[in-house]
């Protein structure tokens, strides 16, 4: 059974601090991992990593990818409060004819003036 | 620009009572999936399809049946709604090996 597991499942920390989620996975028939930020409503996308070691970046977040310890990261520099939300880590895998994303319980992120 | 859109947004229905779920997207995606979200769970897959007229089980079908008979369509029905199918719904499409893109969901209370 494919599992993703991530930590902590929850944060709360000052605006302005850094924070570092983490997603680590057991799966079958590995495509990509993705993180997705989710705050009312739908989950939005966030990055989707594919290659081991090779960071993405988008402004103040970051994530990379260990496919030889099956882990990943999610780095949120110079925290704002507009960054709280709970975020979202899945893990693509291919089989059956279809696409699967095995989700995780997510990080729920609080940041606090 | 509407990418995927669910309705209703909410819905309270009594133990025993039937109704669909509707998902569409305009982005002309192939694959189309059901997933529930319970507070603690993240999100599990409940049912998916790879293109028109094809459809197939996720991790959590039981008490759930779906159609998808027009491409930019994906139909999700309750046949008699279970306290425990309380829980928010999103539907999401995407092309093979691209994120998925979801809907707003839809919050179903079952007394």
């Known amino acids: 059974e494919d599992k993703v597991v991530q930590s902590p499942l929850s944060l709360v920390v000052h605006e302005g601090d850094t924070v570092t989620l983490n997603c680590s996975y057991e799966v079958t028939n590995f495509r990509s991992l993705l993180w997705y930020k989710q705050e009312k409503k739908a989950p939005t996308f966030l990055f989707m990593l594919t290659s081991s070691g090779i960071e993405k970046k988008s402004g103040r977040l970051s994530s990379i990818l260990d496919k030889k310890e099956l882990f990943s990261i999610l780095n949120i520099t110079a925290t704002q409060t507009g960054d709280s939300a709970i975020y979202l880590c899945a893990v693509l895998t291919s089989g059956g004819g279809a696409d699967g994303l095995t989700f995780g319980k997510g990080t729920h992120l609080i940041i606090q003036p | 620009n509407a990418g995927v859109t669910q309705t209703p947004k909410f819905r309270v229905l009594k133990t025993g009572q039937s109704m669909t779920l509707l998902c569409a997207q305009d982005m002309n995606h192939e694959y189309m999936y059901w997933y529930r979200q319970d507070p603690g769970m993240g999100l599990r897959l409940i049912h998916y399809?790879?293109?028109?007229?094809?459809?197939a089980k996720g991790e959590v079908p039981d008490g759930y049946n779906v159609s998808r008979l027009k491409k930019q369509n994906f139909l999700l029905g309750l046949e008699s709604a279970a306290p425990s199918q309380t829980s928010v719904y999103f539907c999401?499409?995407?092309?093979?090996?691209?994120?998925?893109?979801f809907g707003d969901g839809t919050r179903l209370s079952i007394l």
């Open positions: 999401a499409s995407t092309r093979r090996g691209q994120p998925q893109h």
């Open positions: 399809s790879v293109g028109e007229g094809t459809t």
